[in-house]
């Protein structure tokens, strides 16, 4: 069936780094795709989100960048800091009669050390 | 108000146990859902409900039984709940339309079933 997915399930980065969370997504009907950012005990929290009719959105020190041509999506954070460290999950919502239905991306965990 | 509040923050029922679960946004949201997390998984949705009637049932079995009774209330009743039905329990809410930009989540129910 159709999925969301990550390369990579962990992510191990230096305070200051710039962290890349990467997904993969195979639904080319996707018209709206959002990252989150989960803490334990959490719900997902939104951080930014990007429509099938462009390449690249910005927001503070996170930029997504999507290539529809590979099915690809990339979450990059800027001079991350400790208290970026959560689980990471792309989400995409495929459009159509699946009016506001999201399906998610297995996650990644960011841990950022100081 | 950008918040979508839920109640109770932990819950413990038995298996013969009937509980609710309740969630509530004063966004003027009118698409509200229901989702499942198992730990260390991505949220799952179950239910959806666009301006209160239910659009989508992701085959969830019958002891979840969701109720919509107004534009900002959303509740999941519980009933002869199994063990592996424990899980967190996340509600969402999201503006009308083909998308669902602001969709935005609460920080869910932890529900332990014994």
């Known amino acids: 069936g159709e999925s969301v997915g990550l390369h990579l399930p962990t992510l191990s980065v230096q305070e200051g780094d710039n962290s890349i969370i990467n997904c993969a997504y195979s639904n080319s009907a996707s018209d709206y795709f959002i990252w989150y950012k989960q803490e334990s005990g959490k719900g997902p929290q939104f951080i930014i989100d990007i429509r099938s009719n462009m390449d690249k959105r910005q927001g503070q020190r996170v930029t997504v960048l999507l290539n529809k041509t590979v099915k690809h999506l990339s979450l990059q954070i800027a001079a991350t800091q400790p208290g970026d460290s959560a689980v990471y999950f792309c989400a995409e919502n495929p459009g159509g009669t699946s009016y506001g239905k999201l399906t998610f991306g297995q996650g990644t965990i960011l841990t950022v050390h100081p | 108000d950008t918040e979508v509040t839920q109640t109770p923050k932990h819950l413990v029922m038995g298996m013969t146990n009937k509980k609710s679960l309740k969630c509530e946004q004063h966004m003027g949201h009118r698409a509200m859902y229901w989702y499942k997390q198992k730990a260390k998984k991505p949220p799952e949705l179950m239910f959806v409900y666009s301006y209160e009637k239910l659009s989508i049932n992701e085959s969830v079995p019958s002891r979840f039984s969701p109720e919509c009774p107004n534009s900002s209330l959303l509740n999941l009743h519980l009933h002869a709940l199994q063990p592996e039905d424990s899980a967190l329990y996340l509600c969402?809410?999201?503006?009308?339309?083909?998308?669902?930009?602001?969709?935005?989540f609460g920080s869910g129910t932890r529900l332990t079933v014994v």
């Open positions: 969402a809410s999201s503006q009308d339309g083909p998308g669902a930009e602001g969709y935005t």
